[in-house]
Structure formats: C-alpha cells, structure tokens
C-alpha cells in the first residue's frame, strides 16, 4: 500500500524567510510519481509539481524548489523569501504509474506566512 | 479549455434528501477521479474512471454513494440518502494518459456539500 507523511502540521513563518516542507513516501513500486499541489484559502487546488522515480535531478522554478531523495523516500519542498500569498496548504501525493495518476494524498501542511 | 468544471458550488441540503454532484472533465481527458475532502480523513479516493468505465470504487463509503459517466464529459456522484457525516467538499479531477506520458490531474474547484 502507498502511504504519504507530512509530519508538518502548521508552519508559521515570517515574510521573506525560507521554509521547507517535509514530505515522505511509502511504495512497493519501482516506477511512481510524487507530486506537490497547493490549496490556498479559496479552497481549489492547485498543481505545482510532478516528478518520477527515476529523475532525481532537483528543480527550481522561481521562489520554489525541490528536493527528492530516494534514499530517504523523501520529496521535500522549499519556498525561497517566502511571501503572505504563499499562504496555503501544500498537499505532498504519490501515485504509481497505473490509473491516470490516481493519488495518495498527505495530510497536508498548513503554512502561514505573516508580515 | 475551461478547465474541470464542478456543479454546484455549494449544496445544503437536509439529512434524508438525494443529493446529485455534477463534474465535466477536461475536453479530451481519459481519467476521472472523485475525491472527498474532510477534516479527520483529508483528500481520499473515491473512485475513478478510465474511458468512461468504473475502474477502482474501493473508496466509496457505502451503498448509499453511487457514481456515474454516462459519456466522456460528463461524470454524478450521487448520494442517496445523505446523512450529516457526508458534510465535506467532494473534487472532480480529470487526466490524460498513464506512464510518462500522462499528465497530472486537474481538479475542479469542489463542491462544499453541507447536511443538517
């Protein structure tokens, strides 16, 4: 069975700080997909990142990076001078290489950044 | 495209009554999922279609939910009948593909489904 851990229940930072969210995975399978989606306060939710098990390679994209490990079954994210408009949940979810990109969800991060 | 569209946004409704959630995919798009959203189980599957046909409905709480894709956009969650614990915001998703090939799923904006 898939399982994804987001220890990280709250965060709160304060505006222009770094911050990284913790995300570890659990498969059987050799080929997956993890993935990071965004939940601000109007409540939709909102892609951010797909990577597969066999690209190891870290990515940038702005204020945002990541980090995969598979030696530590870890898909950490971080967000670079962090701005209130960060403010969200960040959902962690793997999903295996069948069923369209079916996921498993974390229990999600809930980051507030303040002034 | 518009995107995956959910109807309605919001829906209260009395514990008993039939309760019908409305979903058209993405144009083009071979899966869709349904998942619920709560505070104690966060996102979880419900089910998912691929081409129309029910592939996996482990994740339907009970008989009283039924889903249906009656053709390729268009996609009801039904549940019949409703009870206060099904309170929840439910998402349509849809995607393209599997494999390296495939692409993520985009998800509706939910419908906040409310039983007193």
């Known amino acids: 069975a898939q399982k994804v851990t987001q220890a990280q229940t709250e965060i709160s930072v304060v505006e222009k700080e770094d911050v990284t969210l913790d995300c570890v995975y659990e498969t059987r399978d050799t080929t997956y997909y993890l993935f990071w989606y965004k939940q601000p306060p109007s409540g939709e939710l909102v892609f951010l990142i797909r990577r597969n098990s066999f690209d190891e390679q870290n990515e940038i994209s702005g204020r945002y990076s990541w980090n995969f490990q598979k030696s530590t079954s870890s898909f950490n994210f971080t967000i670079t001078a962090s701005q209130v408009v960060d403010s969200a949940v960040y959902f962690c979810?793997?999903?295996?290489?069948?069923?369209?990109?079916?996921?498993?969800f974390g229990t999600g991060t809930q980051l507030k950044v303040e002034l | 495209d518009a995107g995956v569209i959910q109807s309605p946004r919001h829906e209260v409704t009395e514990m008993g009554q039939e309760v019908t959630l409305r979903c058209k995919p993405i144009?083009?798009?071979?899966?869709l999922f349904w998942y619920r959203q709560t505070m104690m189980r966060g996102l979880e599957l419900l089910i998912y279609f691929n081409n129309n046909v029910p592939i996996d409905d482990s994740g339907m709480p009970e008989d009283r939910f039924s889903a249906k894709m009656p053709n390729a956009s268009f996609s009801t969650l039904k549940i019949q009948p409703s009870e206060p614990r099904d309170s929840a915001v439910y998402f349509c998703?849809?995607?393209?593909?599997?494999?390296?090939?495939?692409?993520?799923?985009?998800f509706g904006q939910g419908t906040r489904l409310t039983v007193v």
């Open positions: 998703a849809s995607s393209l593909g599997q494999g390296l090939g495939s692409t993520e799923a985009f």
């Open positions: 144009s083009g798009h071979d899966y």
């Open positions: 979810a793997l999903s295996d290489t069948g069923g369209g990109n079916k996921l498993t």
